[in-house]
């Protein structure tokens, strides 16, 4: 099973761009979709964006929100995974999750996620 480290959190002003990774560790990365999700103060867990495995095409989905500003992708030979983030909105404040899922969904479900890293937060001012 792997573990998730994020990183790349911070203050931002509207409108800036932040990029967010999560290193891996194990040699099974590949095997794995991953999901970035984010909760804000108050709010429960919500999901941001997944890319599936290179053999299922690396498909990407997003939430509504962020489609056209977020971009996922993935670098298995450096078991990591980013979210860029581009004109972000004082709405994106959150802590920032990534998560591994075997499942084989196209989009898992956040209770079919094996592994969540600890969060970095993102705080985008107005």
């Known amino acids: 099973q792997v573990q998730l480290v994020e990183s790349g959190g911070g203050l931002v002003q509207a409108g800036g761009s932040l990029t967010l990774s999560c290193a891996a560790s194990?040699?099974?990365?590949?095997?794995?979709?991953m999901g970035w999700f984010r909760q804000a103060p108050g709010k429960e867990r919500e999901f941001v964006a997944v890319i599936n495995r290179n053999w299922r095409g690396g498909t990407t989905y997003y939430e509504d929100s962020v489609k056209g500003r977020f971009t996922i992708s993935r670098d298995n030979a450096k078991n990591t995974v980013y979210l860029q983030m581009n004109s972000l909105k004082p709405e994106d404040t959150a802590v920032y999750f990534c998560?591994?899922?075997?499942?084989?969904?196209?989009?898992?479900?956040?209770?079919?996620?094996?592994?969540w890293g600890q969060g970095t937060q993102v705080t985008v001012s107005s």
């Open positions: 998560a591994a899922a075997r499942t084989l969904s196209e989009r898992p479900r956040p209770y079919e996620y094996d592994t």
């Open positions: 194990g040699r099974t990365f590949s095997t794995y979709a």
